[in-house]
């Protein structure tokens, strides 16, 4: 997983524009501002290949980063940011969509926020990967905002909370101090190798 060996392919804004080939892909979940983007970026090992913002609801479509040319890792539109009054659901639509076309998808990763725990949208994301039986690791990102007990502790809350069972990992990670991704990258490579 470099730069070098990593292309923006598909900048979805409509479930038809989804890639159609066999490759496997493991997509990243969670609400706007919790640092998907970011964490895109720090495994691939660049500044800005995924863009990132202070400002909530910044990728508003599905985009599929194809990693040595074997598997798309999947930007998926961040929920939680209501955009215009119209919008019923905190859920994008396409991100929707996604979900539920997608027999290639071999693991989301479901990115929580260390500090502000899990929320209600969280909690219902998680039932969701549960209840379809998607295979989901939590990631627990900005821990470097916590001192590394308070961090710990974090992620025993959010297992508590969210009811979680012994398998499923909770992987704490910083994209800017780069704690985590060693083990993410396992996690993702050997949930690939499992796949083929
Ligand atoms: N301190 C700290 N800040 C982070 C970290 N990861 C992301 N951020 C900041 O959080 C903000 C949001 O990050 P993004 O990666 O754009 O979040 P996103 O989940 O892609 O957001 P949407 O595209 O809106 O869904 C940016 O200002 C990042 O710099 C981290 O590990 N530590
Ligand atoms: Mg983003």
């Known amino acids: 997983m470099h730069a070098n060996d990593t292309v923006l392919k598909m900048v ?26 970011s964490l895109i970026n720090r495994l691939i090992g660049v500044k800005s290949l995924a863009r990132t913002s202070s400002v909530p609801g910044k990728t508003v479509t599905v985009n599929f980063y194809e990693c040595e040319s074997r ?10 940011y209501v955009q215009n009054k119209e919008r019923k659901s905190a859920f994008s639509s396409v991100a929707d969509a996604y979900f539920q076309q997608n027999d290639r998808l071999k693991l989301v990763l479901q990115l929580i926020d260390a500090k502000v725990g899990a929320t209600n949208d969280d909690l219902t994301m998680l039932d969701f990967l549960h209840k379809t039986g998607i295979p ?22 959010i297992r508590e909370k969210a009811n979680l069972e012994e398998r499923i990992p909770v992987i704490l990670f910083s994209a800017k101090s780069g704690r985590g991704k060693e083990e993410l990258k396992g996690l993702i490579f050997s949930c690939l190798k499992s796949s083929v």
């Open 12 to 37: 979805a804004g409509r479930p038809d524009q989804f890639p159609k080939d066999a490759k496997p892909q493991i997509a990243l979940s969670g609400r706007s501002n919790v640092g998907k983007s």
């Open 71 to 80: 598997f798309y890792l999947v930007d998926l539109p961040g929920y939680g």
């Open 136 to 157: 989901f690791a939590v990631v627990a990102t900005k821990c470097d905002k916590l001192s590394a007990s308070a961090a710990e502790r974090a992620a025993s809350e």
